[in-house]
């Protein structure tokens, strides 16, 4: 079975939030929009651990992250 084509990109601004608020934030814009490339900013320090985190719990790809820019794949399937 092929996979689903990712859709357009999606931007979650979760900038001036706390930990957990940018993975919850990220996690809600996934279940209302499903597959798709997402940019999440997150400037928490704490976002540099708990995205990755999250990402590998759900099955996502991490593409890029640095300085606050966090690139996720979610494939449907």
């Given amino acids: 079975m092929a996979a689903e084509p990712i859709k357009s990109r ?5 900038r001036g939030l706390r930990c ?9 814009a996934v279940r209302e929009d499903g597959a798709g490339c997402y ?3 997150a400037d928490d320090p704490a976002a540099r ?8 719990e759900r099955g996502w790809a991490l593409l ?8 996720i ?5």
């Avoid at 999606?10 to 979760?14: G, H, I, Q, R, S």
């Avoid at 651990?49 to 590998?56: F, V």
């Fill in 10 to 14: 999606a931007t979650v601004d979760a």
């Fill in 20 to 28: 957990p608020l940018p993975a919850l934030r990220l996690a809600r």
């Fill in 39 to 41: 940019t999440l900013l």
């Fill in 49 to 56: 651990a708990d995205i990755p985190a999250l990402c590998s």
């Fill in 64 to 71: 890029e992250s640095g300085d606050g820019v966090f690139t």
């Fill in 73 to 77: 794949e979610v494939r449907g399937g």
